[in-house]
């Protein structure tokens, strides 16, 4: 747990770095982050963004890393369906993927 509280502080403290060395502008981070450019300088200079604001900007800025979790997360999901018996029949899934198409 102790290295998972590490790395959070880590990508905190370097965020800023992390920001400007993005192909994104900053203007991009303030749209989609749904701040005011003056509150997101003051939050970038106090590293002092929300969990809620960090998650957003590590989707912008490490979207590799970002799909891979999506997955594991799908996956983990699935196994969880499968465990607990939420699961269709490969015919009833094929029978709404042709619907879904037709529609």
Not at 33 to 53: C, H, M, P, Q, W
Not at 67 to 82: G, H, P, Q, T, Y
């Amino acid at each position: 747990m102790l290295d998972i509280v590490y790395g959070y502080q880590n990508l905190l403290q370097n965020i800023d770095r992390y920001i400007d060395d993005s192909k994104f502008k900053k203007a991009y981070f303030i749209e989609q982050l749904g701040i005011s450019r003056a509150t997101f300088y003051n939050k970038v200079k106090k590293k002092n963004f929300t969990i809620d604001e960090m998650v957003i900007l590590s989707n912008i800025l490490f979207p590799e890393e970002a799909k891979v979790f999506e997955i594991k997360e799908a996956l983990r999901a699935s196994r969880e369906d499968s465990k607990n018996g939420r699961t269709k029949a490969h015919e009833e899934v094929m029978d709404n993927v042709r619907k879904k198409l037709r529609a």
